[in-house]
């Protein structure tokens, strides 16, 4: 199995500019997570969906991100316009069940860069 | 409540030494306690988990403790090597999202 794939592997933007990172999740996994990672604040989660649903969006930072997962194999995830407070590094997760008892396998990260 | 509160920040260990990271947690309602290692440009990935009907779990040189009454539990590698430098983060079940420790960045001294 090819793991979880992102794209692109790096992304450097102007500020007002829109800005959507992809992720395939692995074949047979019902959960996918969208995380952002920074120095400051960690790991926080942004949005998790199971079986394409949108569970809970409560760590979406505000209205200019959004995502979506149009079917089991791809989820985006947009920022629009991008600011660059938004710079950080997206990973993208999924997992075989609903609850985060199970394993979560991590993408090798998109790493935003808005300037 | 729903923090996990994850120390050291960072960690330097010699290479042969025993490395230590702690965590601590609020929530009585968590059951399940995973450890994830994260090298540099790459995603975490899952180092070893454990539920807290046991007080110990061991892989190879990795073995959580837990503490169940402290609600505690850490991470021990033992016999460290330069290989283990990465960064370690500690998460606890929340249902249906992990809730994160701040992570812990090991550095192992040849």
């Known amino acids: 199995d090819a793991g979880v794939i992102q794209s692109p592997r790096h992304e450097v933007t102007e500020m007002g500019q829109e800005v959507t990172l992809r992720c395939k999740p692995i074949?047979?996994?019902?959960?996918l997570f969208w995380y952002r990672q920074t120095m400051m604040r960690g790991l926080e989660l942004l949005i998790y969906?199971?079986?394409?649903?949108?569970?809970?969006d409560s760590g979406m930072p505000e209205d200019r991100f959004s995502a979506k997962m149009p079917n089991a194999s791809f989820s985006t995830l947009k920022i629009q316009p991008s600011e660059p407070r938004d710079s950080a590094v997206y990973f993208c997760?999924?997992?075989?069940?609903?609850?985060?008892?199970?394993?979560?396998?991590f993408g090798p990260g998109t790493r935003l860069t808005v300037t | 409540q729903q923090q996990v509160k994850q120390s050291p920040q960072s960690l330097i260990v010699q290479k042969g030494g025993i490395s230590i990271i702690n965590c601590a947690y609020e929530?009585?309602?968590?059951?399940?306690f995973p450890w994830y290692q994260q090298f540099p440009g790459k995603g975490p990935a899952l180092l070893i988990a454990?539920?807290?009907d046991v007080s110990e779990k061991k892989e190879g040189r990795f073995t959580i403790s837990f503490n169940k009454s402290a609600k505690q539990f850490s991470l021990h590698i033992m016999d460290s090597q330069p290989g283990d430098s990465a960064t370690y983060f500690c998460?606890?079940?929340?249902?249906?999202?992990?809730?994160w420790g701040a992570g812990t960045k090991l550095i192992i001294k040849p």
């Open positions: 454990i539920r807290p």
């Open positions: 929530n009585t309602a968590f059951d399940y």
């Open positions: 969906f199971n079986n394409n649903v949108p569970i809970d």
């Open positions: 998460a606890a079940n929340g249902n249906y999202q992990l809730i």
């Open positions: 997760a999924s997992s075989l069940g609903v609850f985060s008892s199970y394993e979560q396998y």
């Open positions: 074949s047979g996994h019902n959960s």
